[in-house]
């Protein structure tokens, strides 16, 4: 699928928790095959930001266009559809891990197949040869019947990335994916993840602690400080300077 319009759409967008603003103002256009990342320090708003970008929360004020629709315009149902198309992978990576790859995977499909479909594939895995050709994808093609938790955690990490490529979305949004693995892991996975949305055009939105990650994983850097862009910039752009104002106190 291609969009003309931006995938994502932000305009004057605030959001605020009780008395907290975790962002205020933030108008930002993101558009199909970009790789973006958000830096900043903790509470700058990097994941409510994400959140947005799913529909996950409604902004306060100012408007979020999700695939040129206007999240807070659309019914329950209309927003699922529309979530359909934004994949999600977490620094956790909300397997479940009792269960073998194969059902993990599936979950990939849940939000696209009828009920009685998803019911059975808890017993009976539904469309192998799909979860087959995601796992092939991230370099594990032999742990398909492998249960979960006897995978390490990098396996488990290219599981989760598998399971996006199954949900096969228009973009990726990866809240601080590399947060909790180490140094040479977190290439690994990063490198997986720019080349798996290089490859299938999908659009890539991640929060990073790491900024030299982010300078050689994505081709524009948005940072934010207390809940407001500082700059948004191609990543050839982005200065030495420009990062460490972002991390005064
Ligand atoms: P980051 O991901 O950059 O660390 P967050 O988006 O999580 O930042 O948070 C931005 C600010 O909003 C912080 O001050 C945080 O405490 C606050 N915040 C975020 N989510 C909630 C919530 N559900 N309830 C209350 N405050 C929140
Ligand atoms: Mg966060």
Redesign the pocket.
């Known amino acids: 699928m291609t969009f003309e319009s931006p995938i994502f759409e932000l305009r004057q967008v605030s959001r605020t ?2 008395q ?1 603003s ?1 962002l205020t103002d933030v108008s930002v256009m993101i558009h199909a095959q970009e790789r973006v990342a958000l830096l ?10 994400l959140n947005l970008l799913n529909g996950a929360i409604a902004p306060t004020a100012g408007e979020v266009r999700i695939l040129g629709h206007e999240v807070r315009r659309l019914s329950p149902r209309q927003l699922r559809q529309v979530q359909r198309h934004i994949g999600r992978v977490y620094q956790q990576h909300h397997l479940v891990t009792n269960l073998s790859v194969i059902h993990n995977l599936n979950a990939g499909n849940l939000g696209r197949w009828p009920l009685w479909k998803a019911a059975l594939s808890l017993v009976w895995p539904q469309e192998v040869a799909t979860a087959a050709k995601a796992l092939a994808q991230v370099g594990i093609p032999e742990k398909l019947y492998a249960r979960t938790d006897r995978l390490s955690g990098g396996q488990q990490q290219r599981v989760a990335l598998a399971r996006v490529l199954v949900q096969d979305p228009i973009a990726i949004l990866a ?1 601080e994916p590399i947060a909790s693995v180490d140094p040479a892991r977190s290439q690994e996975l990063m490198n997986l993840l720019r080349d798996l949305c290089e490859r299938t055009g999908k659009t890539l939105v991640v ?1 990073l602690h790491d900024v030299a990650v982010a300078r050689s994983h994505c081709d524009r850097i948005l940072g ?1 400080r207390q ?1 407001r862009i500082a700059f948004d910039l191609p990543t050839a752009q982005v200065t030495d300077a420009h990062i460490r104002d972002l991390y005064v106190l």
Request: glycine share 28%.
């Open positions: 928790f009780g907290v975790a900043g320090p903790s509470g700058a708003g990097k994941s409510t930001l809240d929060s934010l809940g």
